[in-house]
């Protein structure tokens, strides 16, 4: 078992090795290490669903995902990208406060989120300059 000091060094750790994070003072690190939350998903998992209400932020710490959406002329939702360790995703719904605008699906063997609520969001890195400028 590991201990709650144990967990929070890894993930400052890997925190410290994302680049979206690079320009956050350790503080604010640290704080973010104490308050993310680690998720587990199955392949084949809607991390994500287009249209949905969200109230969460994901950093890739294992595994692979695949984002999707629907694009008008097509069927069934289309792949966009692929995200792996280090990357982000679910910036936009809380950014807007509006709806999930794509689908964020996790591939095999599973993969490990580590979540951040709304609240730490705004508190920690809604405002950094990257999210708010992202334009996929
Ligand atoms: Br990753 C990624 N790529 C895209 C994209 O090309 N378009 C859109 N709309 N979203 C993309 N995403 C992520 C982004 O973080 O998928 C998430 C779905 O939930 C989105 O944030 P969200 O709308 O909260
Ligand atoms: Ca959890």
Avoid: W
Wanted: charge should be negative.
């Amino acid at each position: 078992m590991k201990t709650g000091l144990q967990r929070q060094e890894e993930n400052m750790k890997f925190l410290k090795s994302v680049p979206l994070l690079k320009s956050l003072p350790s503080e604010k690190l640290s704080k973010l290490a104490d308050v993310l939350d680690l998720d587990f998903y199955h392949e084949g998992d809607y991390i994500i669903r287009e249209g949905s209400t969200g109230d969460a932020f994901f950093i890739i710490n294992q595994g692979e995902v695949k984002v999707t959406q629907k694009i008008s002329g097509f069927e069934e939702p289309q792949e966009v990208r692929k995200l792996k360790r280090g990357d982000y995703f679910g910036e936009k719904a809380l950014l807007s406060e509006d709806r999930r605008t794509a689908n964020v699906i996790a591939l095999a063997p599973g993969v490990e989120c580590l979540t951040l609520d709304r609240n730490s969001f705004n508190a920690l890195i809604g405002n950094l300059n990257e999210l708010k400028e992202k334009d996929y």
